[in-house]
C-alpha cells in the first residue's frame, strides 16, 4: 500500500521567505509527527497530532514555526521568515498505533 | 544532557563480524526503547523494539538495562547490507507524545 508521502522533496529559499512543506500520512493513521534532522544529527521532535486532540506543539523551535493537521490526515508544516538555520531535512511520521513509526521520504530545505 | 546519547562510530568491521551498539538515555522514567536504521539519505526504518527481557530477531539481538539506564544492539554474521546508521529511540513515560531520537551510530561492514 502507499507509504507517507512529502512534498516537496527539495525545497531551495531565499532567507526571509516562507516556506510550506505537505506530508500526506498512510490512510487510518491517527498518530502524525513532524521531526527535522540536520546534518549528522538526531531527529528533533517538532510537533505531534492525535486524532482530534490539541498537537502537542512543545518542539517548535520558535514562533515561526506551525503546522496544521486538516481532517485528520494531510498535514503542513509553514516555517515563516526563513532562516539559514532552518536548513535541514524535515520528515513527518504516522503511526496508527504510537508504537511504530512509518517515516516519509522527507523534505529537504535549503535557505539561502 | 543529551535524552539519548550514542557512539557515532563509525564502526567499520568486515563481513561476518559480530559487532555491538550501546545508547544511554537519561530519564530513567523512559518507557520505551527501539532501534530504528537510516540508509544514506533515507527515511529512518524501524529495526525492532527493546523489551525488558532482552529480543531477538534474526541475526540481531536487542538488550535493555534499566538499571544502567542502556540498550544495546548485537549483529551476528554482518552482511554488506547491514552498513547503515542506527538510531536508538527512547520513549519518556511523562510524555509519551514524544520520541527522542540519538544522532545514530555508523556501521559500515566491509567485503
Known amino acids: 500500500g502507499a507509504g507517507v508521502s512529502q512534498s516537496p522533496s527539495n525545497k531551495v529559499t531565499e532567507k526571509g521567505k516562507d516556506v510550506e512543506l505537505r506530508c500526506d500520512p498512510i490512510?487510518?493513521?491517527?498518530?502524525l509527527y513532524w521531526y527535522r534532522q540536520s546534518l549528522g544529527q538526531g531527529l528533533e521532535f517538532l510537533i505531534y497530532?492525535?486524532?482530534?486532540?490539541?498537537?502537542?506543539k512543545s518542539g517548535l523551535p520558535s514562533d515561526r514555526f506551525s503546522a496544521e493537521r486538516t481532517g485528520g490526515s494531510v498535514s503542513t508544516l509553514t516555517i515563516q521568515r526563513t532562516q539559514q538555520e532552518d536548513s535541514a531535512v524535515y520528515l513527518c511520521?504516522?503511526?496508527?498505533?504510537?508504537?511504530?513509526?512509518?517515516f516519509g521520504p522527507g523534505t529537504r530545505l535549503t535557505v539561502t | 544532557r543529551k535524552e539519548v546519547e550514542q557512539d557515532p562510530g563509525p564502526f567499520n568491521v568486515p563481513e561476518g563480524a559480530t559487532v555491538a551498539f550501546n545508547c544511554t538515555y537519561s530519564n530513567s522514567a523512559s518507557q520505551s526503547f527501539f532501534w530504528y536504521r537510516q540508509d544514506c539519505r533515507k527515511e529512518p526504518k524501524l529495526l525492532m523494539s527493546?523489551?525488558?527481557s532482552g529480543n531477538e530477531d534474526g541475526r540481531f539481538t536487542a538488550q535493555l538495562n534499566r538499571a544502567s539506564q542502556y540498550i544495546s544492539l548485537l549483529i551476528r554474521d554482518s552482511k554488506l547490507s547491514d552498513s547503515a546508521t542506527y538510531l536508538c529511540?527512547?520513549?519518556?513515560?511523562?510524555?509519551?507524545?514524544?520520541?527522542?531520537f540519538g544522532s545514530g551510530t555508523k556501521l559500515n561492514v566491509k567485503p
Open positions: 511520521a504516522s503511526s496508527p498505533d504510537h508504537y511504530e513509526q512509518y
Open positions: 497530532f492525535q486524532g482530534n486532540s490539541a498537537p502537542d
Open positions: 490512510s487510518g493513521h491517527t498518530a
Open positions: 527493546v523489551y525488558s
Open positions: 529511540v527512547v520513549n519518556p513515560r511523562y510524555n509519551f507524545n514524544k520520541f527522542y
